[in-house]
Each structure stands twice: as structure tokens, then as C-alpha cells.
């Protein structure tokens, strides 16, 4: 194929150069030294992020390069009035500088998502002192391998571009690239005796891609075309230079073994151990890395690797993730081979691993050179009593948190344990602790969770919890309110205070499960009660109806005010689901009528409200899949790829058996009252024409019923719609006034799909 074999070439001709001396300012092992008198490194990347974020204050701001020295890296702010001056190590870093300087000196916030910098004054506030902020950890990692799928396959540029500037304001400098993968095995397996075609029908569509890089399974989606494939290696391929130029590292996809069926057959010298299946799904066969076959598919696949993306100095990769075979594989000397191989094709390069449910075996950890691993944990706040040197054996890991699973849409995070544990566990005698990992499974919500979280890296002592929430209710609005400082205290006190134990993420809502009466969670591995007062939430409702008209222009006040408004009515479900169960087995057509009338148009409202802001709106999500389709059979592939990761997440058996249903819940105009309302009705009308007679309800083929809507090509808007001060006013009204409780105690078992 002329596409990608040709831009190769053209590419390794021509940026080489470039990518080589971008990439060293992004390790955080390597001081960035430069002679006397000549820049550490190039500025303008930072500039021009701080143009496209801060246009109109962006000349006030004069960006100053500095070497990092061998305590790593630090930002210092300066300056008078109208003349901010940032030192820092990278140009992310000296980004970080000016967003610690927008937090704490002009009070205004740049969330993902909202902001509230349109309320900077003309002329920028002089910092009182020089503030000097030094990074208490080198690794700054973000990312879950499955941002791709639930945060969106189908993203454009643009939204990569914003998504590299606020990783990069908020202190990341490693950051996990998977787009344009399937590029790479593309192109190394064509070399192994498979076709095109062969290869195209096994790669997945994008959405599905990221747990076909994890051997979870393959194909579903697809086939991919051509064309897709060099798309998303353009795409992939300008995500990773805009991150060297910032000083950060792309972390790119390792080779560990994963091939199509019908290897050994076409490569005698490669046998392969089948993986048997995940929830539902066959997985892609593991080529054997003590074979002949493994170094050499490895070569193939990192040279065309650097061919299309450039070289890194990390590379992520899990053995065995998720209930994989080893066989009659010593897993040690899978592991020595796979290092082997990587070290081979890019020596010195560090092996990042996830700290998931088992993984990584200490089989894998003793078997090769510590010093060249990083450990992500996602489960540093999930459970009590972890000790990670002796889990780890001593191997260099990032605390790391998954507070969210499938892109829910719900609020909450254990933020108190954040703040308390890091500090403990960095500073605790024999700490291997060197980094932090954050990996919601889909980002773009819960913005204060994402800077807390990232802001530990900034400090070298303990958080102050409720002193941080304080201020961050001023800046979040751009000024001071008791009413939003009362919510956030709420919130704080409520869903940003969910204890460690058994859960990291807060409970979905139930308007968003497949209908039972019985229902406690709507994806199979969520929390299956509240983990939190829900009082909080609606009373912060109220209080934020009552913020200064002033504050409430701001992107950030109109977001949180839809998100609190929603998270109310949604823990409404768990009160009024029982109240329509206890109704049906005690046969009181009425009373079942009122409360199920009352759950019908609780879905209305809550369709309504999350019309007013786009993005809380289906549309957007949908379109951003078509627009990646030239002819009608590409653009319905990638529409039916894109609804189906939202609902029945794939096929009968995955969906079903395999529980995958609705593990990417979220409550989305559009698809409230298209697919969850239409479930509900459905299932409603049925329990009603049972009790009125006398018969057993329908039974309901809930696959069919949803994989249509999958199938459907209907258009849903891409603006918002109606007021959310209104329409948060009409939530608050229709919920009952809450007796406030204590928390409950967690319901289930440990779970989740990472």
C-alpha cells in the first residue's frame, strides 16, 4: 500500500532529526543539560498551547526555558502585573507553571471539562512571591489502555490537540498513544504470510481496538478499511510529535506476542498457545516469545513502529492480562524474551506495565531488570492493607487510580484517600514509589477529581483536603461564593469522599441498566449500592441554584450545575426502583401506575436537562464516527462500532453471558430517550399489562431489542438545547426533600474491566 509504506519512508526521511532531539527532554531520568548560553529547549510548543488556551492574556506571559537539574523537574512564576515570567524544564512543565499560577494567583480554573478563565481580568494579577514548585515524582503518567474506546475512537485533531494541552497544564509527562496501532500490525504481519484482507478482518473497529491490543479478543467491528487504517496512523502519528514537543513521552504499544489465528501454519517456527476466551470473546492467539518466530515479528513490528510514529523511551505492554494461558510457556522466560526483544530494538526503553487484579505476576517482575520497569498501579486507593515493594518486589511503580470505569457518567472519587495515602506511601522508608498513574477508563468528567489528582505530583508535603476544596470552589466560578463553597463542601463531604475498601469509582444510576425490577447496577461490575449520602448531592443542587448571577456565565458553573442536577435525579432511581418493585408484588395497579408514570417522566427530565449541554449530548458522538466514513457502508460500520461500545458492548454472547452489556453506561441526551427511556417504557408496559391481567409479563429478547437500536442511523443533535438553570431548577423541584443519612457500606463484590 503506497499510503503507509510510502508516508513511512517520507516520514523517517525527513523527521528523524526532529523526533530524536524532541524526545530527550521527556525522560524524566535524563537531565536536560545544554551548552552555556543556548536554550535548554524550544518554547514555542508551550506558547502556542497557551494561545489556544488563554488567547487574550497569552502576551502577558513570558515562558523562560531552564535545564533540569539531577532533582528533577521544577516550574518557578514571577513578575509584576501585566508580566508573568514561568521558568520550567519542558514546555509542559513550564505549562504546569502557568496553571499553578491561574489556580493560586488569579483564582480561575481550566478543567477537564469546564473553565472559568473568561474571568480573568484584562490585566493578569502580579504573583505576590516567586512561586517555585518542584515535581515530587519523575513519572507523570496518564492514560488507561481503554481511553480510546470510551472516551471516543473517532475523536478529531482538534479534540487530540486539546486533550495533549490540558495533560500538559496539569503536570503529565507520560502519556499512553495507542491510535494508529493497528497500522503497525498491519503492516509487520503482512510480512508474516497473512493478506490485507486477512488482516483488516481481524483488527477490530476502533472503538473496539483497545482490548484487541490487550489479547482480550479481535475483529468485532470491523473490517476496517484500508483508508481507517492510514487515518488513525496520521492521526496517531501527530499525537506523539505534539508530545515530544512538549517535552512529554509518548508511551507507545510493545510487541508481546499477540497474533492472528493460523500463525504456526504459515511460520513452522512459531507455535502459539491459545488464550480461550474473555467474557464472551475468543482471544487472538500468543505467539511463544522463547520461539524463532517471536524476535523476529518483534523487529518487524518495532522498526515499523518507529517508521510511523518515532521512537520512545516507554513502551506498555501486559503478559497474560485478564485470565491469559501461559501453557506450557515459563512465564519467565516469556517475560526475558519479550524484554529481550524490546531492549533489542530500543535500548534502555522502561516496560510499563498496569497494576491490575493480578498483574503483573512477580514472575514477570523478577525475571528482568527492575530498573527498566514502571508498575501503573490502578488500585493504589482501591483497597486497604497494599504494600507495594513487597507485592513488587522493590520494582519502581506510580500511585495510581481508576475512578472511572467505561466513561459513567456518575461523580465521586476516593479523593480523601488520594490525599492521605500518596503522601505515606512516597515518603515511607524503602518507598519504591516513583510516579503517578491516573487511568479513568474514559476521561472528560469529574473535573476536580482529575485535578487533585494530578496536582499531588506538585507537592512535597500532605493535602489538606477540605482546605483544597475550598478553593477550588472560588476558582472553579472565577470567585468567591458561600453558596458554591457550601456545594462543594457537600460534594466533597459526599462523593468526593468514598472510602477504599472495595471500590474506586461510585455507583452508575439505574435508569441506564437493562430493566429488572431487582436492578442494583446497570454495568455488571459496578458498585451495587450507594456509596455515598445522596443527600449531599441534592442539597449541593440547591446551593448551586443560588450562586451570584455573576459566577453562573462561567463554562465551568454551567457544566457542574447540569452534572450535580444530573447525579441527583439519577440517585433518585435508587429510591424509587423499590417503590415500583414493592408496588407490582403487592399488585396495586394504581400505585404501580403512579410510580412508574413517575420514573417515564423522571427519563424526560433528565433527557431534557442533559440537552443543554453538549457534552452531555449524544450527537457529537455519533457524528465524530461518521465523519471518519467516505462511502455509506464505512460511515454506518464506524456508527454501529460507536453505539454499540455504549450498549451491548458486542455480540449475543459478550453482551449477555459475558456481562459486557452497559458497561459503558452514561447518561447522554439521546440516548436516555432513545435507548434507555425505550428499554424502560417497554419493560413497564409489559409489567402493566401483566398486572392488569392476571398473566405473566412478555418475556423480552433485551439483545435484539437493543442491537437494533446499534443498528439504526437516525441523526441527534450536536448543539445544546433550553436553559440549565431552568432545567436544573425543574430536577431540583421534582425530587422529594431528602432526610439526610449516613453513608452506607459498600454492596458487592470487587470488579471491573480495565
Do not use: C
Not at 518554547?43 to 513570558?62: C, D, E, I, N
Not at 530500543?346 to 520497569?373: C, E, F, H, M, Y
Not at 500532605?462 to 456545594?487: I, N, Q, S
Amino acid at each position: 500500500m503506497r499510503s503507509l509504506r510510502a508516508w513511512a519512508a517520507l516520514y523517517a526521511a525527513t523527521a528523524l532529526v526532529l523526533l530524536t532531539t524532541a524526545l530527550s527532554p521527556a525522560s524524566p531520568s535524563t537531565a536536560a543539560a545544554s551548552p552555556p548560553g543556548k536554550p535548554a529547549f524550544a518554547t514555542h510548543p508551550a506558547k502556542a498551547a497557551l494561545a489556544r488556551l488563554l488567547p487574550r492574556h497569552v502576551s502577558q506571559f513570558s515562558l523562560v526555558p531552564v535545564s533540569r537539574p539531577a532533582s528533577g523537574d521544577y516550574f518557578s512564576v514571577s513578575g509584576r502585573a501585566g508580566h508573568v515570567r514561568v521558568q520550567g524544564t519542558s514546555p509542559a512543565v513550564i505549562l504546569s507553571g502557568v496553571n499553578w499560577y491561574l489556580k493560586y494567583t488569579a483564582k480561575v480554573d481550566i478543567g477537564w471539562p469546564g473553565r472559568s478563565a473568561a474571568r480573568l481580568p484584562r490585566t493578569l494579577p502580579a504573583p505576590t512571591d516567586t512561586i517555585r514548585k518542584h515535581a515530587s515524582v519523575p513519572h507523570r503518567f496518564a492514560l488507561n489502555d481503554t481511553d480510546d474506546g470510551y472516551s471516543g475512537a473517532y475523536r478529531d485533531w482538534a479534540s487530540y490537540e486539546k486533550q495533549i494541552d490540558l495533560l500538559a497544564l496539569h503536570g503529565v509527562n507520560e502519556v499512553f498513544v495507542q491510535m494508529g496501532a493497528d497500522a503497525v500490525y498491519y503492516e509487520t504481519l503482512q510480512e508474516f504470510g497473512y493478506s490485507e484482507e486477512e488482516l483488516r478482518s481481524w483488527i477490530p473497529g476502533p472503538a473496539h481496538q483497545p482490548w484487541w491490543l490487550m489479547q482480550n479478543m479481535s475483529g468485532f467491528g470491523g473490517p476496517v478499511s484500508e483508508r481507517l487504517i492510514q487515518q488513525r496512523a496520521d492521526l496517531g502519528r501527530r499525537i506523539a510529535n505534539r508530545l515530544r514537543g512538549l517535552g512529554m513521552t509518548p508511551v507507545l504499544p510493545g510487541y508481546y506476542g499477540t497474533v492472528p489465528p493460523g500463525f504456526t501454519e504459515r511460520n513452522p517456527t512459531g507455535p502459539v498457545v491459545p488464550q480461550g476466551d474473555w467474557v464472551g470473546f475468543e482471544r487472538p492467539d500468543w505467539l511463544d516469545p522463547r520461539s524463532e518466530a517471536f524476535p523476529r515479528v518483534a523487529a518487524s513490528f518495532y522498526r515499523h513502529q518507529r517508521e510511523l510514529f518515532g521512537e520512545s523511551t516507554m513502551y506498555k505492554m501486559d503478559l497474560l492480562h485478564e485470565g491469559g494461558r501461559p501453557g506450557d510457556v515459563p512465564v519467565r522466560d516469556a517475560a526475558q524474551a519479550v524484554m529481550n526483544a524490546l531492549q533489542t530494538a530500543r535500548p534502555g526503553a522502561v516496560w510499563t506495565l498496569i497494576g491490575w487484579q493480578n498483574n503483573p505476576s512477580t514472575q514477570i517482575i523478577d525475571a528482568v531488570d527492575k530498573s527498566k520497569l514502571l508498575i501503573v498501579d490502578g488500585l493504589s486507593d482501591r483497597y486497604n492493607g497494599l504494600d507495594r515493594e513487597a507485592t513488587w518486589h522493590g520494582a519502581p511503580y506510580a500511585f495510581g487510580t481508576i475512578p472511572n470505569f467505561g466513561g459513567h457518567t456518575t461523580v465521586g472519587a476516593n479523593t480523601a484517600v488520594w490525599a492521605e495515602r500518596f503522601d505515606q506511601w512516597r515518603t515511607k522508608p524503602g518507598s519504591s514509589l516513583s510516579g503517578i498513574a491516573y487511568m479513568p477508563e474514559g476521561t472528560g468528567g469529574n473535573p476536580v477529581a482529575y485535578e487533585l489528582f494530578t496536582e499531588l505530583a506538585w507537592r512535597t508535603g500532605p493535602l489538606d483536603h477540605r482546605a483544597w476544596f475550598d478553593e477550588y470552589a472560588e476558582r472553579r466560578y472565577g470567585g468567591a461564593d458561600p453558596h458554591a463553597a457550601r456545594a462543594w463542601e457537600l460534594l466533597r463531604s459526599g462523593p468526593y469522599s468514598t472510602p477504599s475498601g472495595t471500590w474506586s469509582e461510585s455507583q452508575d444510576s439505574l435508569f441506564t441498566a437493562r430493566p429488572r425490577l431487582t436492578a442494583t447496577t446497570a454495568a455488571s461490575w459496578s458498585p451495587g449500592a450507594m456509596r455515598y449520602d445522596p443527600s449531599t448531592v441534592h442539597r449541593a443542587l440547591a446551593e448551586l441554584l443560588k450562586v451570584a448571577p455573576a459566577l453562573r456565565t462561567t463554562d465551568a458553573y454551567r457544566f457542574d450545575l447540569v452534572d450535580v442536577a444530573r447525579q441527583a435525579l439519577a440517585n433518585r432511581s435508587r429510591a424509587l426502583l423499590p417503590q415500583i418493585k414493592a408496588a407490582y408484588d403487592a399488585k396495586d395497579l394504581p400505585r404501580f401506575r403512579e410510580r412508574a408514570a413517575e420514573w417515564k417522566s423522571d427519563l424526560a427530565l433528565l433527557d431534557r436537562l442533559l440537552a443543554t449541554d453538549t457534552r452531555f449530548l449524544l450527537g457529537p458522538w455519533l457524528e465524530d464516527a461518521k465523519s471518519w466514513g467516505r462511502t455509506k457502508a464505512e460511515r454506518a460500520a464506524a456508527e454501529f462500532d460507536a453505539r454499540s461500545i455504549l450498549t451491548t458492548w458486542g455480540h449475543r454472547s459478550g453482551s449477555d453471558s459475558g456481562g459486557l452489556r452497559d458497561y459503558a453506561n452514561r447518561e447522554w441526551s439521546g440516548l436516555v430517550s432513545d435507548f434507555y427511556a425505550m428499554r424502560w417504557t417497554t419493560y413497564l408496559d409489559s409489567l402493566d399489562t401483566a398486572l392488569a391481567t392476571g398473566r405473566a409479563p412478555v418475556a423480552i429478547d433485551w439483545f435484539a431489542l437493543e442491537n437494533s437500536w446499534n443498528q439504526q442511523r437516525d441523526s441527534y443533535p450536536v448543539r445544546a438545547s433550553g436553559d440549565p438553570v431552568v432545567m436544573a431548577t425543574a430536577v431540583l423541584d421534582a425530587l422529594p426533600t431528602p432526610a439526610p443519612a449516613g453513608p452506607p457500606a459498600g454492596a458487592g463484590s470487587a470488579g471491573g474491566n480495565s
